[in-house]
T-cell receptor
Framework: KAGVTQTPRYLIKTRGQQVTLSCSPISGHRSVSWYQQTPGQGLQFLFEYFSETQRNKGNFPGRFSGRQFSNSRSEMNVSTLELGDSALYLC?????????????FGSGTQLSVL | GESVGLHLPTLSVQEGDNSIINCAYSNSASDYFIWYKQESGKGPQFIIDIRSNMDKRQGQRVTVLLNKTVKHLSLQIAATQPGDSAVYFCAEISQGGSEKLVFGKGTKLTVNP
């Protein structure tokens, strides 16, 4: 069974640009969550999608958005990139919505904003 | 701020020794705790979990201890191996209002051969 797949693996952008990251969850998993990981702040929750609807959101500005498709695949978008957006963006999937369901992470997309 | 934190950011042990990674939490309403392992270049991987109605849970070479009195969580790794070198995160699910999964900052474990 394939794990959580994130593309691209690495991305370099400049300030002001926008970026779209993609995530394919484990087959059969309907919940997809996104996290931002930086050395200073650690793992911070961005948002969770389930059945194509955003169910929960972290404390990030509106420049961070996402969506989920009918096949559970998800994308997140960051507009008007800032230097501080440089981070590892992790996608995680779980079979169902419950937080006590085991969470499976992808290897992440390393975003560098120059 | 984050309610889950760590006592030590780095830990270095000799191969074959036992490792103990600690975690403190401040939300007494948290009822579920998880340990994750993140190897270089990979995402976090589930190791073991424990519910607040337990004080100890054992897995393969790992044991998690929960002390609710002092709000402390620890992960013990027996006979540590080089493959155990990674960053270890504790996470909690807090109740009260909307539930959320909160991660600690992580402890980097280095196993010396």
């Amino acid at each position: 069974k394939a794990g959580v797949t994130q593309t691209p693996r690495y991305l370099i952008k400049t300030r002001g640009q926008q970026v779209t990251l993609s995530c394919s969850p484990i087959s059969g998993h309907r919940s997809v969550s996104w996290y931002q990981q930086t050395p200073g702040q650690g793992l911070q929750f961005l948002f969770e999608y389930f059945s194509e609807t955003q169910r929960n959101k972290g404390n990030f500005p509106g420049r961070f958005s996402g969506r989920q498709f009918s096949n559970s695949r998800s994308e997140m978008n960051v507009s008007t990139l800032e230097l501080g957006d440089s981070a590892l963006y992790l996608c995680a999937s779980r079979r169902d919505r419950g937080l006590r369901e085991k969470l499976f992470f992808g290897s992440g997309t390393q975003l560098s904003v120059l | 701020g984050e309610s889950v934190g760590l006592h030590l950011p780095t830990l270095s042990v000799q191969e074959g020794d036992n490792s103990i990674i600690n975690c403190a939490y401040s939300n007494s309403a948290s009822d579920y705790f998880i340990w994750y392992k993140q190897e270089s270049g990979k995402g976090p991987q589930f190791i073991i979990d424990i519910r607040s109605n337990m004080d100890k849970r054992q897995g393969q070479r790992v044991t998690v201890l929960l002390n609710k009195t002092v709000k402390h969580l620890s992960l013990q790794i027996a006979a540590t191996q080089p493959g155990d070198s990674a960053v270890y995160f504790c996470a909690e699910i807090s109740q009260g209002g909307s539930e959320k999964l909160v991660f600690g900052k992580g402890t980097k474990l280095t196993v010396n051969p």
